[in-house]
């Protein structure tokens, strides 16, 4: 998919002008980056290596509307967080019994995606660190949401949100709750879809996830 007004050549131009943007801030201890994936992961990649930072991979996973799949209610991570879009559930009615059986269904989802990475992941814990949370762009920001909450159960010292686009609804729920929140183009159209910020846009296939994180461990292997 090609957008001829787009901000970004690609997730990975963004995710330079992201570590750009971070570089002048001069952290004194290296940060740690978590992106989620998909689409995070390529942003996320030229910012740990701009920054000279750790990275590590934070799951994401919407809660799906049992009869529109294509949209959800809330968001759950691998760390276990749940977060839900408490209007929008009482605006279409799910019951505390359908929330529950979604929720099981989508952290067993989250379990066997762990276990496709096999131990590439959970490398970094964000206990006293500089936590960059990273994702290719921000809609509705529950996904962001449940990342945040997520992170600071481990008390880091700093938490700082870096992403390339975001709605200006989604830009109102995660400033005031993360001490820094980097995003070079925020988007008040009535219309909002993070693809239209990209000029080479795809769906992140899971094997290409897997194929940079081992390409990523590698390199720093070789370096250590």
Same mark, same amino acid.
Do not use: C, W
């Given at each position: 998919m090609i957008h001829l007004s787009a901000q970004y050549q690609d997730r990975t131009a963004a995710?330079?002008?992201?570590?750009? #943007? $971070?570089?002048?801030?001069?952290?004194?201890?290296?940060?740690?980056? $978590?992106?989620?994936?998909?689409?995070?992961?390529?942003?996320? $990649?030229?910012?740990?290596?701009?920054?000279?930072g750790d990275l590590d #991979? #934070?799951?994401?996973?919407? $809660?799906?509307?049992?009869?529109?799949?294509? @949209?959800?209610?809330? !968001?759950?991570?691998s760390l276990g967080t749940v977060i839900l879009n408490q209007s929008l559930v009482n605006r279409i009615g799910i019951t505390?019994?359908?929330?529950?059986?979604?929720?099981? !269904?989508?952290?067993?989802?989250?379990?066997?995606?762990k276990a496709a990475y096999q131990g590439l992941i959970d490398c970094y814990s964000p206990k006293g660190r500089i936590v960059l949370i990273v994702d290719d762009g921000l809609a509705s920001g529950y996904t962001m949401l @449940? @990342?945040?909450?997520?992170?600071?159960q481990f008390s880091p010292k700093k938490t700082i949100v870096a992403v390339p686009t975001a709605s200006v609804s989604a830009v109102s729920k995660i400033q005031g709750v993360v001490d820094d929140f980097i995003c070079p183009h925020i988007d008040a159209g009535f219309v909002f879809a993070v693809a239209n910020a990209y000029h080479d846009w795809y769906d992140v296939?899971?094997?290409?996830?897997?194929?940079? #994180?081992?390409?990523?461990?590698?390199?720093?292997?070789k370096y250590t």
């Open positions: 995710g330079k002008v992201l570590g750009e #943007l $971070l570089q002048m801030q001069n952290f004194k201890e290296y940060p740690l980056i $978590l992106a989620i994936p998909n689409g995070g992961l390529a942003v996320g $990649l030229p910012m740990a290596e701009m920054l000279n #991979l #934070l799951l994401v996973r919407k $809660l799906q509307i049992p009869f529109n799949p294509e @949209a959800g209610f809330g !968001a759950i991570t505390d019994q359908e929330i529950q059986r979604v929720v099981q !269904a989508t952290h067993t989802q989250i379990k066997y995606r @449940a @990342a945040i909450q997520s992170v600071k296939p899971e094997e290409e996830v897997i194929k940079q #994180l081992q390409e990523f461990r590698k390199k720093q292997m």
